[in-house]
């Protein structure tokens, strides 16, 4: 239930897209997530109004180490090694060629790709977890999360839980996330998550 104090506030509000990767994205990899491919139209849709209303977005990505060293216990087998790390080119500025420093990142820091757009590494399910995002967050005078991307069991409704813990506002936008559930959603609803459409959350931009 959304009230005064869980409500979106839009002129405060960061946009955080979630692993939209071509190894979980695209529909010829080997590791894709089952309805991300279908999502990613209504990703730039949103990414677009940010970009066009100047507010800062951050992409949450997940980097494998080849040697395996920093992946999840549950994904040992499957992933290690694994290419396909980069953005998918559709959430790219401009359809920039822009590539992961992937060495930057595995340190911890943020890379900058845009005026108000940076690129940050989660070593775990939720983007809050051992990154800079939450003071990241903090400088940038956000109060409100807007949420969208790769395969809501799993990163994106973790990012809500720890979004949540840490007194943010928190926004998912439910057509731009693969794989939610309407019990989820319901779930996300009783915590004061605010669950939009893209054409709602675009319209709200401006």
Request: net charge neutral; glycine share 4%; hydrophobic share 40%.
């Amino acid at each position: 239930m959304v009230d005064k104090f869980t409500s979106a506030d839009w002129r405060n509000a960061a946009l955080l897209t979630i692993d939209t990767q071509n190894d979980f994205t695209l529909p010829n990899s080997p590791f894709a997530i089952t309805g991300t491919f279908e999502i990613v139209a209504k990703m730039h849709h949103v990414l677009h109004a940010f970009r066009s209303t100047g507010r800062p977005i951050i992409h949450v990505i997940r980097i494998y180490n080849s040697d395996g060293s920093n992946v999840d216990l549950c994904r040992k087998r499957a992933v290690a090694g694994t290419q396909g790390a980069e953005l998918v080119d559709e959430l790219k500025p401009s359809y920039s060629k822009v590539m992961l420093d992937t060495e930057l990142l595995l340190k911890g820091k943020l890379q900058q790709v845009a005026s108000k757009e940076w690129i940050v590494y989660k070593p775990r399910w939720g983007a809050f977890y051992s990154t800079p995002l939450e003071k990241h967050l903090r400088d940038l005078h956000a109060n409100t999360v807007v949420i969208c991307g790769c395969n809501f069991p799993n990163c994106p409704r973790t990012t809500v839980y720890e979004a949540s813990e840490r007194d943010f506002r928190v926004v998912l936008i439910k057509d731009a996330t693969s794989n939610v559930s309407e019990r989820g959603l319901h779930e996300l609803d009783k915590i004061g998550v605010e669950l939009m459409t893209s054409n709602d959350c675009v319209a709200a931009l401006k």
